[in-house]
């Protein structure tokens, strides 16, 4: 091979060595110039905000039929009063009707599942919150059932217990303007310092009140100095335990049972109920039974 050959030969590996280079380079940012704008326009579609909703197509009205299904008792096919529920399976009655089907059942109204065989009353409680519920949701319901607990005692001449004056006086202060009534700030004051002192020293003197004898019915525990006391219709069962436990020192109120009428009572029982279902017509004082707790199979 010649000189001049040589040097051809050369010059054309250099000059195709730098044409490569530059088509790798051209070839190399034209792909990163299009992966940019593919990566810049996908994160603007990913990070772009969503254009305003109108407000009106966030909220849609429901109907009170279409929840009816979960305010009402199956049993009454009304609105849960006293709402009541099944701690076994979380189903929800109104208190009076569910306590007249166990009387005769042990069973769910609504799952047929067994509560307890021969305790089911223990095992259901009051449901403040599902109660609370249905009263806002159902206009007026409230009202007329407080009304209709008024008449009743005032049809028997009977006083009007507190609880339901109370419930009354909460409602009014909830919603000031009910009825078209605006109050101004001289007559809040005026009813609050009138209701103030009533509320302070009344102790729930003004409810009904219910005689009862707390009679010891095991020999693993003492009777009561005292047994013979007198309180509002309104306490529970719970009560009664913490007050027989803080009298004989014990640990826990839990540790204990009272009966009526050889009957474990549920700690959520009121003693107006207790006196309704249990007692019915017997004379006064309501005997009831307390001894340490037993495990229930």
């Not at 403040?128 to 519920?133: A, E, S």
């Not at 009825?179 to 004051?189: L, Q, R, W, Y």
Request: net charge positive.
């Amino acid at each position: 091979m010649t000189l001049k050959q040589m040097s051809w030969t050369v010059d054309r590996s250099l000059s195709f060595s730098i044409f490569s280079k530059l088509n790798w380079e051209v070839t190399l940012r034209m792909y990163k110039i299009n992966k940019t704008e593919q990566l810049e326009f996908g994160l603007s579609v990913f990070f772009c905000p969503s254009p305003p909703q109108n407000p009106e197509t966030l909220t849609r009205k429901i109907k009170l039929w279409d929840i009816n299904a979960h305010i009402t008792c199956r049993l009454c096919e009304g609105y849960l009063i006293d709402a009541t529920t099944v701690t076994e399976c979380l189903h929800t009655f109104c208190r009076s009707c569910l306590v007249k089907y166990l009387e005769e059942n042990n069973t769910c109204p609504t799952c047929r599942i067994v509560i307890h065989q021969s305790h089911p009353l223990q095992y259901i409680g009051h449901d403040r919150t599902m109660q609370d519920i249905v009263y806002k949701l159902v206009p007026g319901l409230q009202e007329a059932e407080i009304k209709k607990q008024r008449d009743f005692y005032q049809k028997l001449g009977m006083e009007v217990p507190g609880d339901i004056k109370g419930e009354l006086c909460s409602m009014k202060h909830l919603d000031p303007q009910r009825n078209g009534e605006v109050k101004t700030e001289n007559t809040d004051k005026k009813e609050t310092a009138e209701e103030k002192p009533e509320e302070d020293n009344d102790y729930h003197r003004s409810d009904e009140q219910v005689s009862i004898c707390l009679e010891c019915n095991s020999s693993k525990l003492r009777d009561l100095k005292r047994k013979w006391i007198r309180c509002s219709a309104q306490a529970t069962v719970l009560h009664l335990k913490k007050f027989i436990a803080k009298k004989l020192n014990l640990t826990s109120f839990n540790e204990l049972d009272i009966l009526c009428n050889e009957e474990i009572l549920g700690k959520d029982h009121t003693l107006k109920f207790v006196v309704v279902t249990r007692w019915r017509f017997k004379k006064s004082p309501l005997l009831l039974h307390y001894r340490p707790k037993m495990d229930l199979l």
